[in-house]
């Protein structure tokens, strides 16, 4: 594997090796079926088994309780934008959004076909450099929506914003998921895309409180309820069978290496590595407001924008891969999911202490 490079890619994203080797197997020959895993059928005694293990095993990352569902739908985290309102929203309800980057703000977009969406904090006045404290709800939100790591903006809600009491809280965690404990009994609702945390793109995995399932609208098609999936073990059509098994061989990565107590750890030493260079440095600085930096993309700039492109190309040469910064915002980004090693930050580090003693 020493051809493998330092990956530092918003997503997809780096995955743990021993997953990608084990998947290797189980391409030709599924734990010994003769039948690769991607070829087994949905209904078969394999897959089901997969299934039934990934969920188990989703549940004791994050103690699920049994209220809770845990599905597996398509269509990527921006299905569920306007997923959960057209399951949650009646035409005269509102819903509260927190607008914390670029894709809280997709996500408010999506809801004007279903009800309200009612802004009830921003931090679009300071390019989303920062976590709002202040909320502003409306009167009887129907339920409250979050994204607790914006990826784009490179912030991070340090814990669970206080919501009016009774409120379901929904949050996007596609990219901060399992990156550290997760009180889920905080939250009606947790969703993310897998392509960073989790697995390969292609799979959505939510979390939702049964009772949510339960008061959902009927009256939309069948592929879009909450309700279809739970019932049906998310197998009402045809799963994405491969990456909900790579889900699982991550979950149990995840449990073999000390579960989210032990990804928290480790993703705050990762990230405090750049951080503290990132403070004393001369050269670069962070973008994001020290409150409210996120663990797990790191984003930063020269203030040069022509600096910014020597360094980033000058990286790449260099074997450290997607430090770009988000066409909409440039500068450099690190991401560090739970699979990236803390060996590729600090060697990260020393770049850029040697190429700033050169500028
Ligand atoms: N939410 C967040 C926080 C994201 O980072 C992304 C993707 N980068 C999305 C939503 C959109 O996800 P998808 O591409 O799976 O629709």
Known sequence: MSERIFNFS?????????????????????????????????????????LAQTIADCRKVAQIPDDYQVLFMQGGASSQFFTIPMNLLSSDDTADYLVTGSWSKKAVAQVKR????????????????????????????KYVHMTSNNTIFGTQF??????????????????????????????????????????PSGVTLVIVRNDLVEQANTEIPEMLQYRTF??????YNTPPTFGIF?????FQWILKNGGLEEMGRSNEK???????????????????????????????VTGNELTDKKFIEAATAAGF???????????????????????????????????????
């Open 158 to 199: 340090a814990t669970e914003p206080s919501v009016p009491h009774g409120v379901p809280l929904i949050c996007d965690a596609s990219s901060d998921i399992f990156s550290r404990p997760l009180d889920i009994r905080k939250y009606g609702m947790v969703y993310a895309g897998a392509q960073k945390n989790l697995g």
């Open 230 to 235: 739970a019932e049906n073990d998310s197998c």
């Open 114 to 141: 279903f009800g309200t969406a009612h802004k009830a904090a921003s931090s679009e006045d300071r390019n989303f450099c920062y976590i709002p404290t202040e909320t502003n709800y409306s009167e009887a939100p």
């Open 246 to 250: 790579i889900m699982g061989l991550v």
């Open 321 to 359: 891969d997607g430090l770009k910064g988000h066409r909409s915002v440039g500068g450099m980004r690190a991401s560090i999911y739970n699979a990236f090693p803390e060996e590729g930050v600090v060697e990260l580090v020393r770049f850029m202490k040697d190429f700033e003693s050169k500028a």
């Open 270 to 300: 990762k990230a405090s590595i750049l951080y503290d260079y990132l403070k004393t440095s001369e050269l670069f600085s962070a973008t994001a407001d020290s409150d409210s930096q996120s663990m797990m993309n790191v984003t930063f």
């Open 10 to 50: 918003a997503g997809p994203a780096i995955l743990p090796v021993e997953v990608l080797e084990e998947a290797r197997e189980s391409l030709l020959n599924f734990q010994g079926t003769g039948i690769g895993i991607m070829e087994h059928s949905h209904r078969g005694k394999a897959f089901s088994g997969v």
